[in-house]
């Protein structure tokens, strides 16, 4: 069975500290992960990952995967308020000879940045 | 751009009636449109996948005769729970994807949130 797992379920840290965020997965035809922020609705796209060992970097954010030991982190640095949210990690996943293919998402690492 | 809009944003209903949400991609066309279900605190569950023309494909677990999917057309899937009860109340968010573009990407809508009373 499919499965995505996230660590820690939640996390509260102080402006200006550095987070972690893990992500593992155990999938059948893996084609790339996803990080995603959700604050209160939709959640909003952060990263892509197909490759291993190549950190993709947005600002505060970088992300990095490892396809042999199946995960992927996420690191926010000089954590500001605005991040606090729930981050979630998705692997696409799909059957090769069908095409089809699918999003299976963890269960969410719930940021709180205190001021 | 990439905007996905889904109507209504919140809905309460009595026990036994059907309710239609739909999802529409606003500016572009998507052949594929994922409906998902989140319980407070919770990550987003998979339900189906929906494709433009063809039937959907349901997650292991989902009753598709009581959530019903319609793929219409390339900027509009519809899921309609039938005969809700009150643990059908949950949050309801489609996502859809462009047909063009290298880069698979998923955009997401705002949500439905479903009370049954």
């Known amino acids: 069975e499919d499965k995505v797992v996230q660590s820690p379920l939640s996390l509260v840290v102080h402006e200006g500290d550095t987070v972690t965020l893990n992500c593992s997965y155990e999938v059948t035809n893996f084609r790339s992960l996803l990080w995603y922020k959700q604050e209160k609705k939709a959640p909003t796209f952060l990263f892509m990952l197909t490759s291993s060992g190549i950190e993709k970097k947005s600002g505060r954010l970088s992300s990095i995967l490892d396809k042999k030991e199946l995960f992927s982190i996420l690191n926010i640095t000089a954590t500001q308020t605005g991040d606090s949210a729930v981050y979630l990690c998705?692997?696409?996943?799909?059957?090769?000879?069908?095409?089809?293919?699918?999003?299976?998402f963890g269960t969410g690492t719930r940021l709180k940045v205190l001021a | 751009g990439a905007v996905v809009s889904q109507h209504p944003s919140w809905v309460i209903c009595k026990s036994g009636t059907s309710v239609k949400i739909e999802c529409r991609s606003l500016d572009f066309q998507a052949t594929t449109m994922f409906w998902y279900r989140q319980f407070p605190k919770q990550s987003l569950m998979l339900m189906a996948t929906s494709n433009e023309g063809s039937k959907a494909t349901y997650e292991q677990g989902v009753e598709k005769d009581k959530f019903l999917i319609n793929h219409a057309s390339l900027t509009l899937s519809t899921l309609t729970v039938t005969s809700a009860h009150p643990e059908d109340s949950s949050f309801y968010i489609c996502?859809?994807?462009?047909?063009?573009?290298?880069?698979?990407?998923?955009?997401f809508g705002p949500g439905t949130r479903l009370t049954v009373t």
């Open positions: 996502s859809a994807e462009p047909i063009a573009g290298g880069r698979r990407e998923q955009y």
């Open positions: 998705a692997v696409e996943a799909g059957g090769v000879s069908s095409g089809t293919y699918k999003y299976i």
